[in-house]
Structure formats: structure tokens, C-alpha cells
């Protein structure tokens, strides 16, 4: 079966840092994009992150210059680097797996989800 297992979630305060990491199981990680998602309370979820099997990273604006997408295909890990957090990145992370066949994310994979609080 699909799993993508998270980790690295936690409180921090503001300008502090987390790393989070994703590891996949039972797809072919290679071909798939890979990313990260967040939904804050109260509010939909929304892209933050993704990178391509070919290493082709993009970003939503809040987080650019911010936050960093890597993978490591052998290891079948993507991770997520979030620096100068801000209260405003508080939400439940979670990672996802595109496959090349998707039509929208409601074909993708999902992780359970950690959760980020940013506080004082």
C-alpha cells in the first residue's frame, strides 16, 4: 500500500526554523512530484511547495525566499526547510504525492499531516 510517513512538526517561535520530512513507500518515487500542502485553521488547504523527480522546485509567494523543497530519490524522502517562520505558517503540513497520470489533487497521495504552530 501508499503510505508517506511525516515528520519534524512542532511550536516554534517566529523567526525560528523547522525542517520537515516525508518518506514514501509503494509508488515509483521517481516518477512522481512530490509536495508539500497546509491548511490553517479556518481556512482551505493551499499548495506550499512542490518539486518535481527531475528536481524542478516552485513555491507559493508567502513562503518563497523563506522555505526550500528538496528530495532525495534514492532515499524516497522530500523534505521541507522553513526558515524566518512566521505566525501566519501555523497549520497542518502535509505531504503529497502527484503521480504523472493526475488530474487534479484529488488523485494525489496524502500524509497523515504534522502539525507547525508559530507562536510567542
Known amino acids: 500500500q501508499v503510505q508517506l510517513v511525516e515528520s519534524g512538526g512542532g511550536l516554534v517561535q517566529p523567526g525560528g526554523s523547522l525542517r520537515l520530512s516525508c518518506t514514501a513507500s509503494?509508488?515509483?518515487?521517481?516518477?512522481?512530484?512530490m509536495g508539500w500542502y497546509r491548511q490553517a485553521p479556518g481556512k482551505q488547504r493551499e499548495l506550499v511547495a512542490t518539486?518535481?523527480?527531475?528536481?524542478?522546485?516552485n513555491y507559493a509567494d508567502s513562503v518563497k525566499g523563506r522555505f526550500t523543497i528538496s528530495r532525495d530519490n534514492a532515499k524516497r524522502t522530500v523534505t521541507l526547510q522553513m526558515n524566518n517562520l512566521i505566525p501566519e505558517d501555523t497549520a497542518v503540513y502535509y505531504c503529497?504525492?502527484?503521480?504523472?497520470?493526475?488530474?487534479?489533487?484529488?488523485?494525489?497521495?496524502w500524509g497523515q499531516g504534522t502539525q507547525v504552530t508559530v507562536s510567542s
Open positions: 503529497n504525492a502527484g503521480a504523472p497520470t493526475r488530474r487534479s489533487t484529488a488523485d494525489d497521495y
Open positions: 509503494g509508488i515509483i518515487f521517481r516518477f512522481y512530484t
Open positions: 518539486i518535481t523527480g527531475g528536481q524542478n522546485p
